[in-house]
């Protein structure tokens, strides 16, 4: 599924924090997006799920602009893990994945329904926990578990706002991993990352936003000292092996 942001510019009560964003993302894209803090990355994915309405501009998936989509339609066809998952109400784990086949279900779950639920649960090793209330895990497998719910909407398009920012080293690549073999399918994957070498490694192309604007959008090639240093501020190096770019922050540019 094709996405189109046209030109869009948001601003909170006045303040503008996105301006002349435009881009085309084709389906099986796997779209990272990396910036300093406050660059505008989870205001960005928040407009294109239509959370948030641009006062300027347009997004457009599959040609239709999202406020034509009926809520349903677009809740089947594009799936949202946000940043920071405030406190839930306690039901369990699985009845929180279940909710990612809402859009599907008229008045009771499916068959269909449990069993794409068990399976994801499966997937990504949370069988252990599948009856504990949500809010009495740890941040990292509640982070999971919102994966997983995201998963279980069976959508073309997942956004996601920092999905591993909780989570140790194996699990980070283990959903990585997981993302990456949906996205070989021809999901589109859209994800903002503070971690510059796992937005690296994993993308196909990565946005990076300054003062929310499109600093450079591009393949690896983008990824380049100078490049990182006008972003970050810091000096940072570019160290080559295994075919993988490492970024080693060293220090700031003004010392
Ligand atoms: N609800 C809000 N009301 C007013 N201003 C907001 C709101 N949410 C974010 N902002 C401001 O908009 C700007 C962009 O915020 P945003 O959350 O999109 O940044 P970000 O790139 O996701 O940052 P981070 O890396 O810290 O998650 C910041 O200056 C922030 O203070
Ligand atoms: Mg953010």
Request: with cysteine.
């Amino acid at each position: 599924m094709k996405i189109s942001i046209n030109n869009i510019e948001f601003s909170y009560n006045g303040t503008p924090v996105l301006k002349n964003i435009d881009c085309k993302i084709n389906k099986g894209d796997f779209i990272t997006i990396v910036g300093p803090n406050g660059s505008g990355k989870s205001t960005l994915i928040k407009c294109i799920n239509g959370i948030l309405k641009p006062r300027k501009g347009t997004v457009l998936i599959s040609d239709k602009d999202i406020k034509e989509h009926p809520k349903n339609d677009l809740a089947k066809c594009m799936a949202y893990v946000p940043q920071n998952n405030h406190k839930q109400t306690p039901v369990s784990v699985f009845d929180t994945v279940l909710l990612g086949r809402k859009p599907y279900i008229n008045w009771k779950p499916s068959a269909s329904d449990i069993k794409i639920t068990a399976d994801i649960i499966e997937q990504l090793k949370i069988e252990t926990i599948s009856m504990k209330d949500i809010n009495k895990l740890s941040g990292g497998q509640q982070q999971t578990v919102f994966i997983a719910r995201a998963l279980a909407q069976e959508t073309d398009i997942l956004l996601l706002d920092e999905p591993t920012a909780n989570l140790d080293i194996k699990h980070t690549i283990e959903i990585m991993d997981i993302l990456k073999k949906l996205c070989d399918k021809g999901l589109t994957v859209i994800i903002a990352l503070h971690d510059i070498n796992l937005a690296t490694r994993y993308a196909s192309r990565i946005i990076m936003l300054k003062e929310g604007e499109i600093f450079a959008h591009g393949g690896k090639e983008i990824i380049n000292e100078d490049n990182l240093e006008n972003l970050y501020d810091i000096k940072v190096q570019l160290i080559e092996s295994n075919n993988n770019l490492h970024i080693i922050p060293i220090g700031s540019l003004h010392n």
